[in-house]
C-alpha cells in the first residue's frame, strides 16, 4: 500500500443518499465496509465527518440561530453522524471509535492526538467529530486540523463527483477534470476544493489532498495502493 495513516473527511450529505438528509442505512453500510476493508489492509484510518445531513449552522443565520449557536448545532449533527458511521464500521468487523474535541463521556472519549493515533495503530477507526470545537470553522477546517495533528500521510476528501474540475460538472457539461493541481493554480482558478482556511492549513503543512468520488465502490482501495483516482492537490 502507498499509505500508513490517511485521514477521510466525508460530508454529512452523503451519508443521506440522494436525498442528502438523514441517514441513509444503505449508503452507510457501504461507506463502512468500504472503510473496514481498508483498516483490515493495515493502513491507520482516521475520519471527520460534517453534519449537512442533520444541521448546517451557517443555513440557520436569519431564521432565528445566531453564527455561534448554529454552529455548535452543526457541532453536535457531527457526533451524530459519527457513532451512527462507527456502529456501522463495527458491524463490518473493524473496532472504531468516536473521538469528540469537546469532552461527552460517555457517548465518545474526548480527543488527544496521541490516545487517537495510538487507537489507529492498534487496527481501530479513529472517526473524530465536533469539529474544530469552535464557531466559525467549518468541518473541512476540522479535517485539515486533524490531519496535520496525526501526521496523516494524505487528506482523502469523498464527494458525490470523481475529482476537481474547472467549473461544476454538474452544472456545467463542458466542465473537464483535472488530474492534478498545484495549490497555486486552484487558488488562482478559484476551484472550491476546501474553505481557504483548511486550504491554507494543508498547504502550510505540505499535506497533499486527493478529491475523489466516494460512491463509487473500490476507489478506497485504489486510492490505498497508490492508483490514479480524483484530483491530487499538491506542490511536491
Known sequence: MKYERILLKLSGESLGGGTGRGINEEVLAEYSQQIADLARSGIQVAIVIGGGNIFRGLSGVGKGFDRVHGDQMGMLATVINSIALSMGIRSAGVEAEV??????????????????????KNGGVAIIAGGTGNPFFTTDSAAALRACEIGADVLLKGTRVDGVYTADPEKDPTATKYDRLTYGKALADQLKIMDATAFALCQENGMDIIVFDMNRPGNLERLAKGEQVGTLVSDK
Open 99 to 120: 473521538f469528540t474535541s469537546t469532552p461527552m463521556e460517555p457517548m465518545a472519549r474526548y480527543y488527544e492526538r496521541d490516545r487517537a493515533v495510538a487507537f489507529m
